[in-house]
């Protein structure tokens, strides 16, 4: 098959829960068929190269366009475009694909994420009857909702509101016109189906390199490390940040004082650097690799309150051996057995009976064990052979 895949990042490197995503699906594409990868690169970065990519037949590399302009605030407000879309709409990237889909034939169209639904649009001529198949990372109307209740300010909150209602009817439209649709859960495709019992929807859960994962203990010193890992500069991770290490932490702290929590992440906004001024903190900023901090950690923290869409960092942490304590937002979507192989906590005394729980060297490795054993059946080169077993179903072709 002759695929193109749009994706509205620069996915090498493969750093964050979105990057880690985008790239392992594409290469389990490419590594099946003649792939076309397009994408944002954003300014001042380097630009992969087949090197990098090797299993593109065609690596299209497009400036990312400039986020949150005043003129995309106006578009946001008062087209028919939520500005989250607008941000990744491009007439660059819309002129490139269309010269290109004018020259070749493709099999299939694969759009990494509903916010480049506007450059969909504007290539609707070109693709003509090419199937169009969306890879969701979250539900958006839902991440946004989910945002504006745990926003600060009665602005932000009602952008949110105004904002969820544009994205949950541009999902409705896509429901209706695209060929197929992949999530991340079990749970959003039935909130899909709920949306539209005619949609087709496959489920391609979140997956982790557990060769790459598979970490040699360190028993050299005891494990007194809490470690939360993630993107620091995305809203929900620096509002879970904020509230546990603020909240949840003291308590703890009191109670172990040897112990470190370790806030592991790229590009920490300001809010989270200065968490470094709390008693027992670190906050690492952009590192080259996390499993150095696995090696030594006492347990994975995700202390998520709002977002969407299932957490890569928890998989991580459990290829790397580590016990993951989560909220339920947290850990939500992600087929686990709480209690067997990961523990569930929302209030302080539900952290602190957690961590108790886990002192227990018996429960600890129980726990460590039956997680480990989990991720083994969600490495992502399973899962991206049924994302290609999918789309041969979907096309009607032999695998």
Not at 117 to 128: F, I, N, S, V
Not at 312 to 338: D, F
Not at 340 to 369: C, G, S, T, V
Request: glycine content about 6%; aromatic content about 8%; hydrophobic content about 40%.
């Amino acid at each position: 098959m002759r695929i193109l895949y749009l994706s509205p990042r620069q996915s090498w490197p493969p750093v964050t829960g979105a990057k880690l995503r985008d790239y392992h699906l594409a290469r389990a594409l490419g590594e099946r068929s003649e792939l076309t990868y397009a994408f944002y690169t954003p300014p001042g970065s380097t630009v992969p190269t087949l090197q990098d990519l090797p299993f593109c037949r065609r690596i299209i590399a497009i400036p990312a366009p400039r986020a949150y302009s005043p003129w995309k605030l106006v578009q946001g407000v008062i087209g028919s475009w939520p500005v989250t879309v607008v941000n990744y709409t491009s007439a660059e990237m819309i002129q490139s694909i269309g010269n290109l889909l004018r020259q070749e034939t493709f099999d299939l169209v694969h759009v990494d994420i509903i916010h480049l639904a506007a450059c969909e649009a504007g290539l609707r001529k070109d693709l003509g009857a090419t199937p169009v198949f969306y890879n969701w990372h979250n539900i958006e109307s839902e991440l946004m909702q989910r945002y504006g209740e745990q926003a600060p300010s009665f602005a932000r909150r009602r952008y949110a509101a105004v904002t969820a209602r544009s994205l949950q009817s541009i999902e409705d439209r896509i429901l209706r016109t695209a060929s197929g649709h992949v999530v991340c859960s079990d749970r959003e495709r039935a909130l899909l189906l709920q949306r539209n019992s005619q949609a087709r929807v496959a489920v391609i859960e979140n997956g982790v390199d557990t060769g790459a994962f598979q970490i040699p203990a360190s028993d050299a010193e005891p494990r007194r490390r809490l470690v939360f890992v993630g993107s620091m500069n995305y809203h929900a991770n620096i509002e879970g940040a904020l509230w546990f290490t603020r909240s949840i932490w003291p308590g703890i702290l009191k109670r172990v004082p040897a112990w470190k929590l370790t806030i592991v992440g790229a590009n920490p906004v300001p809010a989270v650097l200065a968490l470094r001024a709390e008693p027992g903190v670190e906050v690492t900023g952009t590192v080259p690799d996390v499993k150095p901090y696995y090696r030594d950690a006492f347990a994975a923290v995700v202390p998520v309150r709002s977002g969407s869409g299932t957490r890569l960092k928890i998989l991580e942490a459990m290829a790397a051996g580590v016990p993951v304590i989560s909220t339920p937002i947290g850990a939500e979507g992600l087929p686990l057995s709480p209690g067997k192989d990961i523990l569930l906590a929302e209030q302080e005394q539900e952290w602190q009976a957690a961590l108790d729980e886990l002192q227990r060297p018996d429960r600890w490795n129980e726990i460590a064990a039956a997680a480990r054993a989990y991720v083994v059946r969600h490495d992502w080169q399973t899962l991206g052979r049924r994302l290609y077993e999918t789309y041969c179903e979907w096309m009607g072709r032999t695998p």
